[in-house]
């Protein structure tokens, strides 16, 4: 008879390392400033109180993942920034209904609890949410031998936001002869990594050798909260869309009315050295603009009087410009023009 005891952590799952997890998560996450009564780490639930100055609030809610950015961080054994994807992924989409982020949880799925990692990440995510304004109110670690390989692991976020019903952009505010205008990227977000590892794989090229690369795949994806919500207080947008898969096109259409359509002056965006890097490679103009941002990190729709006015919301690196106008038809998107990859 076999008297050799089964127990949880020789199935692989350690509840003490969790638990040290969820005890440094506690101390490091923010306190809720207009209700310090509640703790939300380490609960079953988190409670978070809703603006009192908005008349008739609105919830939006939005989750997304980071997609195989993480199998890089992986490669460069380099978690400090892939948290800060991860807000951003959820949070860009928050505010095109023109929500402020209220609170945000994450989902981290690992094959066995290493708190050096899991610490980077979720100092990352904290300092997201600081950029974005809300509150990182709780999560779920879950440890899974055997569903994960060795060292891998998943992270999903998941943000809340809030809207006065009179404030949320509608398409129905969009016009003939808007202008739309471009707000840079800070690179690559969060889209089209498998594409880009597919290409390191086939060139074997060692990013951890590779200065430019081992820079350039890792930067955060720009979180663009504080200036989307300033210029909707003012109003001073019409519209607004977060591009991440399926490029510019595919977000675009996403926002306008059946009866309008964007017509894009390609040979006006602002190309980032790390896309003309991937346009390098073999890959054509249609296949760039579905898959990468291009340069072209979110798209604001806006009446031609009010460009000049919304300069002054931006760092110099983000400023905005246009690429393209709101035509009558129901063609969605028209690209014009070439994109100057030189």
């Known amino acids: 008879m076999n008297n050799s005891k089964f127990t949880y952590q020789?199935?692989?799952?350690?509840?003490?390392?969790a638990d040290d997890f969820v005890k440094f998560i506690s101390n490091i996450s923010t306190k809720n400033k207009s209700n310090k009564k509640f703790k939300n780490i380490g609960g079953f639930g988190s409670i978070t109180n809703i603006p009192k100055n908005i008349k008739r609030p609105k919830i939006v809610a939005s989750t997304d993942g980071v997609g195989t950015k993480i199998e890089i961080a992986n490669t460069l054994n380099k978690y400090n920034t892939i948290g800060i994807d991860l807000v951003a992924m959820s949070v860009n989409d928050l505010i095109v209904q023109g929500a402020k982020p209220l609170i945000f949880l994450d989902y981290i799925s690992i094959n066995k609890i290493n708190l050096k990692k899991l610490k980077s990440i979720i100092l990352s995510i904290k300092q997201g949410c600081k950029q974005a304004g809300c509150e990182l109110v709780g999560g779920e670690t879950a440890e899974m031998p055997g569903t994960y390989e060795e060292g891998k692991f998943d992270i999903a976020g998941f943000a809340v936001g809030i809207v006065d019903e009179k404030k949320i952009l509608h398409n129905n505010k969009i016009k003939e002869n808007d202008l739309i205008l471009a707000i840079?990227?800070?690179?690559?977000h969060s889209n089209g990594f498998s594409l880009i590892r597919y290409i390191i794989n086939k060139k074997k090229i060692n990013i951890k050798k590779n200065k430019f690369l081992k820079k350039e795949l890792l930067k955060p994806t720009k979180i663009y909260v504080n200036e989307i919500l300033k210029l909707?207080?003012?109003?001073?947008?019409?519209?607004?869309?977060?591009?991440?898969?399926g490029g510019i096109r595919e977000n675009l259409i996403r926002i306008l009315p059946n009866s309008l359509y964007a017509n894009i002056d390609l040979s006006k965006l602002k190309v980032k050295k790390i896309f003309r890097w991937?346009?390098?490679?073999?890959?054509?103009?249609?296949?760039?603009?579905?898959?990468?941002?291009?340069?072209?990190?979110?798209?604001?729709?806006?009446?031609?009087?009010?460009?000049?006015?919304?300069?002054?919301?931006?760092?110099?690196?983000y400023k905005p410009y246009v690429i393209g106008k709101v035509i009558k038809g129901k063609k969605k998107i028209k690209f014009n023009g070439k994109i100057n990859w030189s």
């Open 10 to 17: 020789k199935s692989g799952v350690n509840i003490a390392a």
């Open 184 to 188: 840079p990227s800070s690179g690559i």
């Open 232 to 245: 909707i207080e003012k109003n001073l947008i019409k519209g607004c869309a977060n591009i991440t898969g």
């Open 278 to 317: 991937i346009k390098n490679n073999n890959i054509d103009d249609n296949e760039m603009l579905k898959t990468f941002n291009c340069g072209v990190g979110f798209c604001i729709v806006v009446k031609p009087r009010n460009v000049k006015k919304i300069f002054k919301f931006f760092k110099k690196e």
